[in-house]
């Protein structure tokens, strides 16, 4: 099995708690009918039969957090992400952000 460079004594605590098997309950806007709710990407596992192979990252549950303020979080506080639910859970969470308000939009314009 495949274990990243740095960060194995964090890693490999959360993938045993999630079975080596992403974490995403459909954050990422995918119901994962297939997975029972649940993303089917396992570690070190292929996304099918000509696909290719996946690498489970663990990461915040809220994808939107700071990789500095990441990086100081115990393995309690951190899930299983498949790069795709990461990626997608992230630009979801930034679409449901509030706009940036109007007496700012112009504030940097010359």
Same mark, same amino acid.
């Given at each position: 099995m495949s274990e990243p460079l740095a960060a194995v004594d964090t890693w490999r605590p959360v993938m045993e708690a999630a079975g080596f098997r992403c974490q995403c309950e459909g954050e990422c806007g995918n119901a994962h009918a297939k997975g029972g709710g649940r993303c089917p990407h396992e570690h070190d596992h292929y996304t099918s039969?000509?696909?290719r192979r996946i690498r !489970? %990252?663990?990461? /915040?549950a809220d994808p939107l957090t700071p990789g500095t303020a990441a990086?100081? !979080?115990p393995a309690s506080e951190l899930r299983a992400w498949c /790069? @795709?639910?990461h990626t997608a859970a992230a630009r979801r969470a930034r679409k449901q952000l509030p706009a940036t308000p109007a007496e700012q939009c112009g504030l940097? @314009? %010359?």
């Open positions: 039969k000509h696909g !489970l %990252m663990a990461a /915040p990086v100081r !979080l /790069p @795709d639910c940097f @314009d %010359m």
